[in-house]
């Protein structure tokens, strides 16, 4: 018996194409939160059009800046989260703005994916799962999220996961298995490792028949490099759009109706057996 993904009831399958606006930026240590969130407010009335911003991985704070993470969390009501809602309403589009340090109310830190919608309410928030050991003070600092969902938004039934979630390929089934028909990926991904990125963006797409748009930060924060090459793929594989290693903002028009074309003339979702059966099979 089959179990193939849920339809969403807020599916835009045969919605009008969206234009979808990349926006790669570096987080120099030299540059304060305050600096930057009014420097990427002025990248984003500069490239006015898009129907959706997405932005990277806890790109006001600077993710390798381990030591002041205390010092710059900040509630789902603090500085990042406002300027995009403020943006979201001039603009008259959604924003991701990637991810925050989030001080929840019992006081333990996240790192917690936002999206914004047109009106300016946060429409979907996420917190990282999966928080990173490797050459990484992430996994001590911070406080792994417990809940992952599916929301409606202009881009149709849409999931956030972050940077390092890439790797998991159980949660993109569960993602898959609620209705998801886009994935949105905020990173801050070394550039050591960038050929994996470019490998499991892809990847998840063409597994799950879905569209992945993830956002990398780039430049250098200490003495890492980071990866940019912010791409969008199709529910085929196929890449739409790459940007290279620097500050970058670009605009894509995204189709759709892609997802549920692709689902029905390669139905290899429809053939997927669920986990349980995969796990009664005999050694």
């Known amino acids: 018996m089959s179990s193939p993904a849920a339809q969403h009831p807020n599916s835009l399958a045969t919605a009008q194409p ?11 240590r030299s540059e304060s939160r305050e600096e930057r969130i009014a420097r990427v407010a002025g990248l984003l009335r500069a490239h ?9 991985e806890l790109w006001s704070a600077g993710y390798f800046s381990f030591e002041r993470y205390d010092e710059l969390a900040e509630t789902l009501a603090g500085p990042t989260v406002a300027m995009a809602q403020h943006l979201a309403r001039e603009l008259g589009a959604s ?3 990637g991810s925050i340090i989030e001080r929840a109310a019992d006081g333990a830190l ?24 490797y050459q990484s003070l992430e996994s001590e600092l911070l406080t792994p999220g417990t809940s992952l969902g599916v929301s409606s938004s202009t881009l149709g039934p849409t999931a956030s996961i972050t940077c390092y979630d890439l790797r998991f390929p159980g949660l993109w089934q569960e993602l898959s298995d609620r209705g998801a028909e886009t994935v949105i990926v905020p990173a801050a991904w070394p550039a050591a490792r960038r050929e994996h990125w470019r490998v499991l963006t892809q990847a998840r797409a063409i597994e799950h028949q879905m569209w992945v748009v993830a956002v990398n930060a780039c430049g250098a924060q200490g003495d890492v490099e980071l990866g940019g ?9 196929v890449v739409l759009a790459e940007l290279g290693a620097d500050e970058e903002v670009r605009i894509v028009e995204v189709d759709l109706g892609r997802s549920a074309a692709v689902r029905t003339e390669f139905p290899v979702i429809a053939d997927r057996l669920d986990a349980a059966r995969y796990r009664g099979l005999s050694a």
């Open 18 to 28: 969206r234009r979808v606006a990349l926006v790669q930026i570096a987080s120099p």
């Open 48 to 56: 006015p059009g898009a129907d959706l911003y997405v932005l990277p």
């Open 95 to 97: 924003i991701h703005l």
């Open 110 to 133: 996240h790192n917690t994916a936002v999206l914004v919608d047109a009106t300016g309410e946060i429409a979907q928030t996420y917190r990282k799962i999966h928080v990173f050991g």
């Open 229 to 237: 090459y912010s791409r969008i793929v199709d529910p085929a594989g």
